[in-house]
Structures are given as C-alpha cells and as structure tokens.
C-alpha cells in the first residue's frame, strides 16, 4: 500500500524520474514472509471476515472432545429423546452480553461456534459469575449444556464453563507423525527442541513415519519425551510436511 501511494504521488507531482518520463515504476517489494500456521490462519480469517473458512480452531481437538462425550450443536436433536437433556457441548465464544435478569442479578446471552455450525446459549444469574472469566471473544470452551424444547424451540442454558484446552488434554503413550517426503527437517528440529524446554500435564513419545519412495515406511523412535498436549500438536502440526499426527 506505501508503495502505491508513493508512486501514485510522484505520478502527480512536477517531478522527472531520473529514467525519463516514459520509464516503467518500479515494482513494489515482496516480503519474504512465513505461511501462517492453522491457528493463525483461522484467527486472521475471524478477524478479518467474522467467520471461519478454512476449518475450525475445535477441529484439532475433535477426538478429545468425542471421548468426552461432547456433543456438537448439529447432533442436539439426537440426544432430545424427551423435552430435555443435559449434555457436555463445545465452542469458540463470538459474542457475550450480559442483560439484567427480571429477578434480580444478570444473564448472558452468549453466541458460539463449532465445527456444525453457530449457535446460541443463556447463562443464568446463579452461573454467570463463575462463567464470565471464559466469556472472552475468541476463548475455546466446553460447558455443561441443559437442553429443553419449548414449543418446538429449542433453548440451551449452559453452566460449569472450563477451557476446551483442559477438558481436550488427555494423556497419551506418544504420537506417531505422518511426514511427506519434502518434510523441512531443520524446521523440525528446531520446534521439537523447543518443546523440550516447555511445561505441559502431557507427555509422551514421538514417532516420526516416513515414506520411502518404493512405498514401503520406516519408523523412528526419537530419544525422550515431548509435551504432547494441544498447543504442542498444533506446533508440530505447522512444520512443513507434517502430513498428520495420531496418539495412541
């Protein structure tokens, strides 16, 4: 943008390039810049769009979550078998407001994202204070959701909010890393002997699954143990040629 604007200024200025009226402008600089990584492509695309295009920040943890017995807003009506149900949901905060209540106190209509789709919430006044800490735009969470159909609508209050990143952080033995051939090597050693360095609840193994060129893979045991929570796995997941991870 600088760069357009200052040729568009010596465009209308009195003054001569010193190449000659006629010289073609000079091309504007490209900067060397990393790709962003899935995370920071997902944030940069709520920001910019308020939606998400490319996947969802919940879809690294969809395992985890399912052995929790999360249940995402597009199968609600699955666990409706009577007027109500009480069940564990999952989502990225859009939009928190706060109302006064008619007896008193507050509740807070929220608005949430998973990977189904969008979708509402209420948090009444006895649950609003221990919730607000997790009523950060942005914030992954996981609640406890009571679920009633109320003349054919369906109204979810939630309650006992908690970080996504706890509730998905379950101890594995290790992770097998699926790479593709071109994997940048350099890259990975330098993320991996960052992971060394940091805290995390869950560690375990690292192996790396390489494929040969006849078809046939090899499988390397790295020495140690690595964190293996969720911030660690998304590291490893923006290494160029990290094909895919699986805990066991």
Not at 12 to 38: C, H, M, V, Y
Not at 50 to 72: A, Q
Not at 149 to 173: C, E, P
Request: glycine letters at 6%.
């Amino acid at each position: 943008m600088a760069h357009a604007i200052a040729t568009n200024n010596d465009e209308n200025s009195n003054q001569i390039s010193l190449f000659g009226e006629s010289a073609t402008p000079p091309r504007a600089p490209i900067i060397d810049q990393k790709p962003w990584g899935e995370q920071e492509r997902l944030s940069n695309e709520f920001a910019a769009l308020g939606l998400f295009l490319s996947g969802h920040p919940l879809d690294d943890m969809y395992e985890e979550l399912m052995l929790r017995k999360t249940v995402f807003f597009a199968r609600v009506p699955e666990y409706m078998q009577t007027s109500e149900a009480v069940f564990r949901m999952a989502g990225i905060i859009r939009a928190a407001k706060e109302r006064p209540a008619k007896r008193g106190g507050k509740f807070a209509g929220v608005t949430l994202s998973d990977p189904t789709g969008e979708f509402d919430v209420f948090i009444r006044p006895d649950d609003l204070e221990a919730a607000r800490p997790h009523l950060k735009i942005g914030e992954a969470v996981s609640f406890v959701a009571n679920a009633k159909s109320v003349d054919g609508d369906l109204k979810i209050s939630a309650s006992r909010f908690d970080a996504a990143l706890n509730i998905a952080n379950t101890s594995y033995q290790g992770a097998k890393l699926f790479l593709a051939q071109d994997v940048d090597f350099v890259s990975f050693a330098n993320t991996t002997e960052l992971l060394k360095g940091r805290e995390s609840e869950v560690f375990g193994e690292l192996r790396l699954i390489y494929p040969l060129e006849d078809g046939r893979e090899v499988e390397f045991l790295l020495p140690g143990r690595f964190p293996l929570d969720i911030p660690a796995r998304r590291a490893l997941k923006t290494i160029v040629g990290v094909a895919a991870i699986k805990e066991y």
